[in-house]
T-cell receptor, first 113, second 116 residues
Framework: NAGVTQTPKFQVLKTGQSMTLQCAQD?????MSWYRQDPGMGLRLIHY???????DQGEVPNGYNVSRSTTEDFPLRLLSAAPSQTSVYFC????????????FGQGTRLTVV | AQKVTQAQTEISVVEKEDVTLDCVYE???????LFWYKQPPSGELVFLIR??????QNEISGRYSWNFQKSTSSFNFTITASQVVDSAVYFC?????????????FGAGTRLFVKA
């Protein structure tokens, strides 16, 4: 059972480039999220999804797009990378709505130069 | 607005010492959930505990214990007889009653160093 799988693990982008961070879970979880982790700021929610076809913005959504066409996949797209998007990105999934914990992927370390 | 404050940025202890990690939260909701996660040096995030706002009972799991006090909006985490393997960043987190880990406010984290 792989859990939550994120690819790639590391990525360097040039300013202005676009890319997609992949996230897949094999636990049939309905709820999925993207967080970014920056030093001294903990994790901040970018976007989340409560089911296939349903997404919503979190705390820091600007510069990112998401879609959820299947239960398993929840890709995060950076439209035009900026140095401020240098961060570690975590994908998470949860089996239920109320009070269930998140299961996290291993993270993607992104550097924008 | 919801907020989680972990005022201790870094704590350094010697093995076998007890250590308490503080967590103070703010929310206007009367019902909510609180979580603790651990992030070891390898980088993954590991769930430790969940508490709902109705349950103020302290919880103990081996060397770990949690003290939830609604009156002071605190959810502190104590490690008894710390070990080198406890070295990690620990995050406290808060979600409202209708959500959970998929939509959570995290504190900034406390980095714990346990020296042999």
């Amino acid at each position: 059972n792989a859990g939550v799988t994120q690819t790639p693990k590391f990525q360097v982008l040039k300013t202005g480039q676009s890319m997609t961070l992949q996230c897949a879970q094999d636990m049939n979880h309905e709820y999925m999220s993207w967080y970014r982790q920056d030093p001294g700021m903990g994790l901040r929610l970018i976007h989340y999804s409560v089911g296939a076809g349903i997404t919503d913005q979190g705390e820091v959504p600007n510069g990112y797009n998401v879609s959820r066409s299947t239960t398993e996949d929840f890709p995060l797209r950076l439209l035009s990378a900026a140095p401020s998007q240098t961060s570690v990105y975590f994908c998470a999934s949860s089996p239920g709505r109320r009070g269930t914990e998140a299961f996290f992927g291993q993270g993607t370390r992104l550097t924008v130069v | 607005a919801q907020k989680v404050t972990q005022a201790q940025t870094e704590i350094s202890v010697v093995e076998k010492e007890d250590v308490t990690l503080d967590c103070v939260y703010e929310t206007r909701d009367t019902t909510y959930y609180l979580f603790w996660y651990k992030q070891p040096p390898s980088g993954e995030l590991v769930f430790l505990i969940r508490r709902n706002s109705f349950d103020e009972q302290n919880e103990i799991s081996g060397r770990y214990s949690w003290n939830f006090q609604k009156s002071t909006s605190s959810f502190n985490f104590t490690i008894t007889a710390s070990q080198v393997v406890d070295s990690a960043v620990y995050f406290c987190a808060l979600s409202d009653w209708n959500t959970g880990g998929f939509k959570t406010i995290f504190g900034a984290g406390t980095r714990l160093f346990v020296k042999a």
